[in-house]
């Protein structure tokens, strides 16, 4: 099998030296070069029972490393048990235009932002009208940067259950059929993501410094708001498991997983991809190693930045509160939160795998200790 992991360990320290990247992105070339090695040090299993000895390397935990994120999204998804209403969920999809891509990639934590709030606001302002919904929704926003061949493409993915708590404390259910026109929160979003743009304090650098001029400036924001910009909402999911399927596949996604990389051989790294505009038809792409690096670059956040957001009901300040008012509008038991379990915990969850256990005799092992 071959990982991300290995072409940046024989091509990353290069990248950083011809290149010169930011340090966070430098931090994140050496964390996914060094994730299980001896770099980052080992802990030791140790069986009193038969004596067998197990190394263990640590993992480096950054949130790009394909190999740190599946226990991350577990834990994440069991928190997220507790709050599933039993009632139809969508998924809907803000993205901007490409014309934008430069400057976001250029001003990359403002731009997110501002992605983040005028989708968000678009949402809540149209479910509480109540020519549409009349109710206060509540959903989960997921920031994602990349298309299927590492490109730059920033987005959000929005789980919205369908229905909402209206102004006299009752619950609207949204039926069948999501309840916001697409159109409607296109043109909306549209509108308020430029507004926020133009009052943005932006830097314009080597091919958008043109845009310093004000005249080219509002010339690029009319060119955008005569463009229809894209929305999609997805049917709703059948199940209240499927909605957590989803949820997983979403909320700790890196650019791209090492499953899908299919060969790499003299720098040279050969992966899959779908093209959603040919009947999502599967794929390959070749690119040399310091090119698939380059893109893959384009996708780690800015430092701190937070990449999952709640939002209306779910807000983190009322959500225990109003959670516990729609189960009793809609007659069901809350589920109880789920401890946070440890990784040994987690990984017996995920693969049904007792690693405190001797694989040899099955006794229990011995405190972990530093080599």
């Keep these: 099998m071959f990982e991300v992991q290995d072409i940046f360990r024989d091509f990353g320290q290069e990248f950083i030296e011809r290149?010169?990247?930011?340090?966070?992105?430098?931090k994140t070339i050496r964390a996914i070069s060094n994730c299980r090695t001896e770099v980052l040090g080992?802990?030791?299993?140790h069986c009193d029972n038969c004596g067998y000895t197990q190394i263990s390397y640590n993992s480096c935990r950054d949130r790009h490393c394909p190999k740190c994120q599946s226990l991350k999204k577990e834990q994440w998804i069991l928190d997220r048990q507790s709050e599933l209403l039993p009632v139809p969920y969508f998924h809907v999809v803000f993205s901007i235009p490409s014309d934008l891509d430069t400057i976001a990639l250029q001003n990359q934590e403002i731009i997110y932002n501002i992605l983040f709030r005028a989708s968000s606001e678009t949402l809540k302002e149209l479910a509480a009208d109540p020519k549409y919904l009349g109710a206060e929704t509540g959903f989960i926003s997921v920031l994602h940067t990349w298309g299927q061949t590492l490109t730059f493409h920033p987005h959000v993915h929005m789980i919205v259950p369908?229905?909402?708590l209206t102004p006299d404390g009752k619950w609207k259910?949204?039926?069948k059929k999501f309840f916001l026109p697409v159109r409607v929160m296109s043109r909306l979003f549209r509108g308020k993501f430029l507004f926020y743009l133009k009052n943005a304090k932006l830097s314009f650098l080597g091919s958008q410094e043109y845009l310093a001029d004000i005249t080219q400036f509002d010339c690029l924001l009319s060119n955008l708001y005569n463009k229809e910009w894209y929305v999609y909402c997805k049917r709703p999911f059948k199940t209240t498991y499927s909605v957590l399927e989803y949820l997983g596949r979403y909320t700790h996604r890196v650019a791209i997983s090492n499953h899908r990389i299919i060969n790499y051989e003299d720098g040279i790294v050969t992966f899959k991809w779908r093209d959603y505009s040919d009947r999502n038809t599967e794929k390959t792409m070749t690119l040399h190693a310091f090119e698939f690096?380059?893109?893959?670059?384009?996708h780690v956040l800015p430092p701190g930045f937070t990449k999952i957001r709640h939002y209306g009901f779910l807000g983190s300040a009322v959500k225990a509160d109003k959670l516990l008012i729609i189960s009793r509008l809609l007659n069901f038991i809350l589920s109880v939160k789920t401890a946070i379990l440890s990784t040994s915990e987690l990984i017996?969850?995920?693969?049904?795998?007792?690693?405190t256990l001797c694989p040899i005799c099955g006794a229990k092992f011995s405190i972990a200790a530093s080599p």
């Design 19 to 26: 290149y010169n990247p930011p340090p966070n992105v430098c």
């Design 293 to 298: 690096i380059r893109r893959f670059l384009l």
């Design 173 to 175: 259910e949204a039926g």
């Design 162 to 164: 369908g229905g909402g």
């Design 42 to 45: 080992a802990h030791v299993d």
């Design 348 to 355: 017996k969850k995920l693969l049904g795998k007792d690693i």
